[in-house]
Nanobody
Framework: QVQLVESGGGLVQAGDSLRLSCAASGRTLSSPDMGWFRQAPGKEREFVAAIKWRNDNTYYADSVRGRFTISRDNAKNTVDLQMNSLKPEETAVYYC??????????????????WGQGTQVTVSS
């Protein structure tokens, strides 16, 4: 079983930055596709960013492109999400997810097999 644990959430003001980290443990996938999602109260879980472990290729939701950066640290076995210029409407629980590698980019939560418990990000205005 793959375990994913997110950390780094918190309360920030609009315009601030925050860095989330996702640590993988347990049975590890070989070169997985990793993703970050978020879910605000009363809303569906939405895609934020994805990275392919094999080649570091990344993909972003239009709403965060240019402000958020997803990256991986092979030595630490973590995937980070650097979030800059945060907006109040981005208040949500942020989740890390993993799936076996496959061609293309996956933005539907149903395409991911493993999930962390989430970390709360609150952006005040």
């Amino acid at each position: 079983q793959v375990q994913l644990v997110e950390s780094g959430g918190g309360l920030v003001q609009a315009g601030d930055s925050l860095r989330l980290s996702c640590a993988a443990s347990g049975r590890t996938l070989s070169s997985p596709d990793m993703g970050w999602f978020r879910q605000a109260p009363g809303k569906e879980r939405e895609f934020v960013a994805a990275i392919k472990w094999r080649n570091d290729n990344t993909y972003y939701a239009d709403s965060v492109r240019g402000r958020f950066t997803i990256s991986r640290d092979n030595a630490k076995n973590t995937v980070d999400l650097q979030m800059n210029s945060l907006k109040p409407e981005e208040t949500a629980v942020y989740y890390c997810a993993a799936r076996p590698p496959a061609p293309g980019y996956y933005t539907d939560p149903r395409d991911y097999d493993y999930w962390g418990q989430g970390t709360q990000v609150t952006v005040s205005s």
